[in-house]
């Protein structure tokens, strides 16, 4: 097993694990000794009780909660924008975001309102003005389509990120109610453990084109970073489909 290859908290588990399950091989086998040799057993019996006490000690540290890493948020937002950028042009990282009167979300992407223009910007430069005009909140161009709390909060307290789809060529579809049903339906199959589990929970707002993902709890590691960009990359993965 290669430790350079492995996050932080897994080679910890990695180590606890062997740790304890190395003391309590020992303890055992001195265990044995110390039966087998009756009074001679002293060493035997010493080390029994020193490696089975290591095996309660190890124990207690997996036990412990595992502590966030540092600059979380900051993790969450890199990995976030990276996800936006490489599914570019088809959303941009919303620029002059509008925050909705004590709302909840102060961050997000738009998408484009006509698909087909998609393959004519795809050597669209980040630096040209033109993206600007694209990933503007009040563009024509594009259309509100994912909405985040601020990334500090999503590592903090349970939170839900709202998707949206109200651009032309969806609310010309006549079945779009249906369409954002079978979406629903969609993530529910795709993610029926952490559904199951509680972990999230997608709900339509009303009769709408919008729905929300609920996360139930904060995000405290990369895994459950990933996890939500799974999430949103699937839901994404849909639209294209139908878009």
Sequence with gaps: MKFKNMEKDEIRDWVETFIGG????????????????????????LMKDVFGTAVVVVLLFMAMPKRKPRNLAKILEEKVEAWGFSNAPMIFKTEGFVCAKEGKYTQGFVLLQNPSKYLTLLDLDKNNPEWHTYANYTSKQTGKFLDFPPYEEMV????????????????????????IDNIIKAIENRFKKEVANEIIEVRRIGNSEKFTVEFKSEISNKKEVEFLISVVDY????????A
Excluded: R, T
Excluded at 22 to 45: F, H, Q, R, S, T
Excluded at 236 to 242: A, M, R
């Design 22 to 45: 190395g003391c309590g091989i020992i303890a055992i086998i001195a265990a044995i000794v110390e039966y087998k040799l009756g009074d001679n057993g002293a060493v035997a019996g």
């Design 156 to 179: 903090s307290k349970s939170f839900d990120i709202l998707f949206v789809l109200e651009q032309k060529h969806f609310k010309d579809k006549e079945d779009i109610k249906d369409i």
């Design 235 to 242: 839901i994404l993965s849909l639209v294209k489909v139908i």
